[in-house]
């Protein structure tokens, strides 16, 4: 079982966000080239170990009725309990590990996950959020810009991350418009884009 210390204690956090199955691997919105961000995500998740970062995997998990797939147009995906909602193959080593943590959401922000909020309430002494994972322009924009909200509403000053080398989004050459526009977003609300490259 790994062990996580006092959630105050941590000062750093790495998210990754919905590297799950029913993304990369099967079902209704999977897309193999997703997978092509996984070593980066790897690097980061060793280097944030190695800095005593708290590091968080958020797994889609829906409900078997969940609302959301009607909005996305009766695309069911990442059924909780199901094989789409647990983390690929590469990265489920890595939850096992010492300060690491995973939880699961409902929505397209894991902002809305109740673990989540739990995790990030705890966590006051939070100085630097670095995020990566799927998909760019939904969940990814959707979590960054409402953690950056809830940092605003408390008045903490963290500065946020993500990892532009190591997000990606399904059909992302269909969705350039939606992935650019999200990145812009994030930007516009001093959110940082950064890349290894």
Not at 57 to 80: L, S
Not at 139 to 150: E, P, W
């Amino acid at each position: 079982m790994n062990k996580i210390k006092k959630i105050e204690v941590y000062e750093r956090m790495l998210i990754i966000v919905d590297m799950v199955n029913g993304f990369v691997e099967e079902g209704s919105l999977h897309d193999k080239k997703i997978g092509r961000i996984i070593p980066r995500q790897i690097e980061l998740i060793k280097e944030a170990h190695a800095k005593g970062s708290l590091v968080i995997f958020v797994k889609d998990a829906h409900n078997e009725d969940a609302v959301e797939f009607r909005r996305f147009g009766n695309t069911k995906h990442c059924v909780k309990g199901t094989k789409e909602a647990e983390l690929v193959d590469q990265l489920k080593p890595f939850e096992e590990m010492d300060d690491t943590i995973s939880v699961e959401k409902n929505s397209t922000s894991f902002m809305e996950s109740p673990d989540f909020r739990t995790v990030v309430a705890s966590a006051n002494n939070i100085k630097k959020v670095e995020l990566a994972g799927c998909c760019t322009d939904i969940c990814d924009f959707n979590g960054a810009m409402g953690l950056a909200n809830y940092y605003d509403q408390w008045n903490r000053e963290v500065e946020i991350t993500v990892h532009e080398d190591a997000i990606a989004t399904y059909s992302e050459e269909e969705r350039k418009d939606y992935v650019d526009a999200a990145k812009l977003l994030m930007k516009q609300q001093g959110i940082k884009l950064v890349s290894k490259k």
